[in-house]
């Protein structure tokens, strides 16, 4: 066989390992999802469109809680989405993962307007009301940024926020933040990895 023969098949099994490499993964141990470096957290008492709760009245469930206003026109109802999406994912274990909404614009978005906002996406939802006072405190603990935008009108501003959500496991340690946009598959994944650890 001519050398430039042996380079060409030596360049073809080249080429057939690295694409074996790039389309074929080992499976991966389960990865551990660590209880530290996240950014705020701590139990509250708010005004729920079902009455006043703490985030301890939730133990025994995964807390997925997410911060946003009704009248925001792309994070928050994608957000919300994705998560209707991950409980959907989590098939009869979906019962065990419970919604927060937490309203960062209190002076428009009305108890009524919430809990219709919260069944739009899954009724088991629940929308958190803090008034101006709570609102600054619990933002301030989770390190939430939020800023109102003026409008042309004054009813027609728009809130700068953060996006992002907070998930606790089923003894209220605080074990996730994600961030915007992470998808409901890999969401309803780590969701899943802290049920089987019995977190």
């Known amino acids: 066989m001519s050398d430039r023969f042996l380079m060409a ?16 993964q080992p499976e991966l141990p389960e ?13 509250f008492t708010l005004q729920s469109t079902n009455g006043p709760v ?10 997925m809680m997410f911060f946003g206003y009704t009248q ?9 989405a994705e998560l209707a999406e991950v409980k959907r994912l989590l098939g009869k274990d979906g019962d065990r993962l419970q ?15 919430l809990k219709a906002y919260m069944t739009a996406f899954d009724p088991s939802f629940l929308a958190l009301v803090p008034d101006a006072e709570q609102l600054a405190k619990v933002t301030k603990d989770y390190k939430i940024y939020y800023k109102k935008v003026e409008g042309q009108t004054p009813t027609s501003y728009t809130m700068d926020h953060s996006a992002g959500s907070y998930v606790y496991d089923t003894k209220g340690h605080l074990r996730l933040f994600t961030r915007y946009g992470s998808g409901a598959p890999a969401l309803a994944a780590d969701i899943q990895i802290l049920l089987r650890q019995g977190a």
Not at 9 to 24: D, I, N, S
């Open 9 to 24: 098949v030596a360049g073809l099994l080249a080429a057939l390992v690295l694409g074996l490499a790039l389309f074929w």
């Open 72 to 80: 925001c026109p792309d994070v928050c109802p994608t957000s919300m």
């Open 54 to 63: 703490a985030l301890k009245d939730f133990r025994g469930k995964l807390v």
């Open 31 to 43: 990865r551990p999802l660590p209880k530290a470096a996240l950014p705020g957290g701590g139990d």
């Open 99 to 113: 919604g927060l909404f937490v309203t960062v614009d209190p002076a428009r978005d009305t108890a009524e307007m």
